[in-house]
Every structure is written in C-alpha cells, then in structure tokens.
C-alpha cells in the first residue's frame, strides 16, 4: 500500500485506439435497436454436436455466418459516406470484431477482420476464428495497431478523419460491419450500448432463460440480448426494422449450424 492511499501504473497503449474511437464515434448519430432472439434451437445444435465429436462451435461464428447473409441482401446498412457526398455500397461484408487474448501474462483485446463473411460457409468462418485465437500475435491487424497507438494522438486522429472518408481504405483497415460480444464475461440477460464506428454494429449481449408458450405447453427457452447499432444519417428506421427481423429469423432458426454438423457425421 502507497503512502498516498493509490498507485500509478502506465495507462496500456492500446487504449489510445478506444479513446480515438469514441472521439470519432461522436460525429455519428446512431439509434440502437435492443432485440432478444431465441437460440435455443441453436444452442441445442450446438451442443449436441460438442457431445459428439467434443468440437465448440464458435457462437460468433454463428452469428457472423447469419449477419454476412442478411447485409449481403441489405447492402446499404454497412454503406459509407465519402466526400463527395455519394454512399459507397460494399460487395463484401467484412466484418471487425474483438477477441480477448492473453499477451505476456495480460489480457487484452484484439481486432480482427474477417472478410467476405456474406461468401463463407460456417465451418470456414469458425476455422479462421480459432486460427486467429491461436496465433493472434500474427495477424495484419495486431502488426499495424502495435505501431499506430505509438503516434501523437493529433496525428491518429487525422489519419482516421481521412480513413472515414475513404470507402477502399476504411474496408481494409476497419472492415464494414462490426460484432462485439460481451456477454460471454458474465451470466443472465444484459444489453451493452456500443460507442460504434460503423454503420452498423452489433453487440452480443447476456441470455435470460424465459418461459414460452409452445403447443399449450410453457417451455424454459433461452434469450440472447442483441443491441443492433445503426447510423442514422446512412439507414432509415423501415430498413433497419426489416434488417432486424430477417436477422432475427436466421438466428433462430440456427442457420449454417446443420450443414457445419453435417461435414463432420
């Protein structure tokens, strides 16, 4: 215990980069849509098949798998504004999403951009996920932030002025949806309200268990919290409700998870 009833410790560099971002974040108007999803049919698949062949399916993995497929359909829910006030629709959905690693004893976070989602099958989105939760200190990502948090922090902030405005560069560099799931650190239902660079993000939230009404019968099913994030000043509300509910649908129907358990009977 410090003489001065605290102790100073160095404020972690990468840090720098979610200060940039909520500076950034600022300049967008985003409305936030709190939906639950059922994932009990999903959940179960899942399970079932760790119980056979003792492999966990990448929840995320899952829920990428289904959100390349409905933005690949909705192609202005990840558009971006350019200087030339015209918006750049994408062909692919790259999608950058954080993973907690551990790095010399610490945890922190790393990003990672997973391309062309909306063209990948889900056994190979889980397969670059875990490669990634492998060897993470490998990755393009990892390389460029180690040096860009280095930077003044004037200069940081003028480049990503300049990044926000550039469709090929802000794909390459910060993909063109984000997903982020929090509530893997902690039980029951929960939403998270992002700071969001993105047209469009979603945050993965906790699952509450819930009685439904199935054939006459109640039945215990199993919720997961979903904040969808939407730029305003890019996506109507009609859109975005319709979005949502197709999103909703393939989730709950546990899409891409039977022919992920298939290849492997």
Known sequence: MSDKGYQLVPFPKIRRLMVDGGYMARQK????????????????????????????LSFTAFTMTCLGQVVDKNKHMQAVRTWREKLALFDDVDVNTMFEVEVEGRKIIRPHIVRAVNRKSLREIHEEIRAFQADHEH??????IDGFVLLPAFIRRFFLGFLFKSPRMLKDMNGTVSLTAVGMFGDGGGWGIPVSNHTLQLTLGGMAEKPVLKDGKLENHKFLCVTISIDHDIVDGAPAARFIQRLKELVESGYGIEEFIGEVR
């Open 29 to 56: 108007h985003l409305i936030h849509g709190l939906v639950e999803m059922d994932v009990t049919h999903a959940r179960q698949l899942i399970r079932e098949h760790k119980a056979r062949t003792g492999e966990a």
């Open 139 to 144: 990755g393009r990502e990892a390389k460029f």
